[in-house]
């Protein structure tokens, strides 16, 4: 057995081994070979941290060591003005209370451009490395993934953001930032330009909190938002939900069951000429708030799921959110206002299988579903028929009637697909050849991916169609109108930006019931939702 002498020689030898090696790699990994070190080797590894080295990656992860300690090493590496230390890796420590130092190690470090704090208690609000991060001027990186900040910290970090002008990715997952922190750091990243990725999933946020989170980016931005406690639908449930409340009325005893209305004959009793007018007509709200209103919990929804998030990295918000908006309003008898490319055109280089269609369409649905607990049957079957129409358009994947010696192409498959659709979001002509894949399609951090079985996308062979074709058992199949209006939209790509209308969403009132022939119905059924 070694003596303890012998172990705190050992423990000094391997310091200043690792040492000479990091001056030639530029890469000083010490992790778990300091943990329990004695005061001799603890003040060998401040010294040599102090002096003039060729360093620059420095990682401290699972060393275990506390606050005082963490405050010496910091305060050696930013008193050393001849070191040229880029990553700072106190990850997985004992980093606990206020008087931590690395707050100091901000403020004073003119080389640090990523720093990573993951895994360590700090304090809740964070107060002065949120202080010191308002005035720093060079670093780019900031992690602090479960560090068990609160709501105040949300609030803290946002104040800083204000003034920061340089951080580019910062990481806040795995936290408890709340409706409240999501907010105040909404506040703040929508005056901040600088950060282009961002990290916020499994923070409590809600619906409302990632709306303020989001509405803060008007350019494009990687975001990670799932597991914020937003519903997410399953396809399964969904589909028996849709089923039975498209079917109609069972008869009571002796009686026939009233005959359920034409979607003409609803529109016709509630004084309304589109689904888009509908939708107004049933919130008590003028169309395009309502719109506004869904459009808003359906984009939330799906950047909240695993599943369909590597499709918005680095995507402009602002512009994606409005495209989505207005297509939509076009797609169900609203205005004609959309700007962007055509479907097919704009969705040929995502490379969209049907999979991941079933789970965007089920996030409309959930919305839908969420503002008009008790929809008429025959509107659940014209969105399910239109919804339905354009699969064969998005779900391409590639667009199979692009030339293949030419830069540009006619594109006519929209109208082949859908030939009774009209207006702008279904004009073709020549467009630009994408070959490209999106970029979110190259993310394969598998860790940022199916956090939780409600999100995790089901095997091609048991993944249910949103269809009304394919029945199996004692399923029935849902009628397809013969004249559906133009579609609902999936997420879309245009080119031209467009300016958010700043319409609420809070105050929303509860779905109207919709009177006349639709009554007595069973549409009321509670709404079946999942949340993470």
């Keep these: 057995m070694m003596s303890l002498e012998a172990w705190k020689w050992s423990v000094r030898r391997v310091i200043k081994h690792k040492f000479a090696a990091a001056n030639e790699s530029k890469v000083l990994v010490l992790g778990n070979h300091i943990q329990g070190a004695s005061t001799g080797s603890f003040l060998q590894l401040l010294n040599m941290l102090s002096e003039p080295n060729e360093i620059e990656t420095i990682d401290f992860s699972g060393a275990f060591l506390n606050s005082i300690q963490i405050s010496q090493i910091s305060s050696a590496m930013a008193s050393n003005l001849g070191a040229n230390y880029l990553t700072v890796d106190f990850s997985r420590n004992q980093i606990s209370g206020l008087s931590h130092g690395v707050d100091v190690l901000i403020a004073k470090s003119h080389t640090m451009r990523t720093l990573i704090l993951d895994h360590n208690e700090l304090p809740p609000g964070a107060p002065l490395l949120a202080t010191q991060l308002s005035k720093n001027k060079v670093l780019l990186k900031l992690s602090m993934s479960a560090c068990g900040l609160s709501s105040r910290a949300g609030i803290n970090i946002g104040e800083s953001l204000l003034y920061n002008t340089v951080l580019e990715e910062l990481n806040l997952s795995q936290n408890y930032l709340g409706v409240e922190g999501a907010v105040g750091l909404g506040a703040g990243l929508k005056e901040n330009k600088s950060i282009k990725v961002l990290d916020v999933c499994w923070n409590q946020m809600g619906v409302e909190g990632l709306t303020a989170v989001l509405t803060a980016f008007d350019r494009p931005v990687q975001l990670n938002m799932i597991c914020n406690g937003v519903p997410q639908m399953q396809l399964a449930k969904l589909k028996e939900q849709l089923q039975q409340v498209s079917a109609p009325p069972a008869p009571a005893d002796g009686e026939q069951p009233a005959p359920e209305p034409t979607l003409e004959e609803l529109f016709e009793a509630l004084g309304v000429n589109s689904i888009y007018d509908l939708i107004g007509k049933v919130l008590n709200l003028p169309p395009e708030v309502a719109m506004h209103a869904l459009c808003e919990d359906f984009y939330i929804r799906l950047v909240s799921d695993a599943r369909c998030l590597p499709y918005f990295a680095n995507v402009s918000m602002g512009r994606m959110r409005n495209l989505q908006k207005t297509c939509l309003m076009e797609a169900l008898g609203g205005p004609k206002v959309y700007k962007g490319l055509d479907l097919k055109t704009g969705h040929a280089h995502l490379k969209i299988n049907h999979d991941i269609y079933d789970a965007v369409i089920a996030h409309l649905f959930g919305s839908v579903l969420h503002f008009i607990p008790a929809p008429p049957g025959c509107v659940v079957k014209e969105l ?91 399923e029935v199949a849902l009628p397809v109108e013969q004249t559906p209006p133009p579609p609902a939209a999936v997420p879309c790509v245009g080119e031209e930006e467009d300016v958010i209308e700043d319409l609420p969403l809070e105050g929303t009132p509860a779905a109207a019931p919709i009177g006349g022939a639709v009554e007595n119905t069973p549409w009321n059924k509670p709404l079946t939702v999942s949340s993470c």
């Excluded at 239109?386 to 830069?407: K, M």
């Design 384 to 474: 399910i028929a239109l919804t339905e129409a354009l699969r064969g358009v998005v779900c391409n994947t590639e667009l199979s009637d692009f030339s293949n010696d030419g830069s540009e192409t006619e594109v006519t498959d929209s109208r082949k697909a859908a030939p009774f659709f009209s207006g702008t979001m279904w004009s073709t002509g020549k467009m630009k050849k994408r070959q490209e894949l999106h970029p979110g399609l190259d993310v394969k951090d598998s860790s940022k991916l199916g956090c939780c079985p409600c999100l995790r996308s089901a095997p091609a062979a048991d993944a249910p169609s949103m269809g009304v074709a394919e029945t199996k058992g004692p």
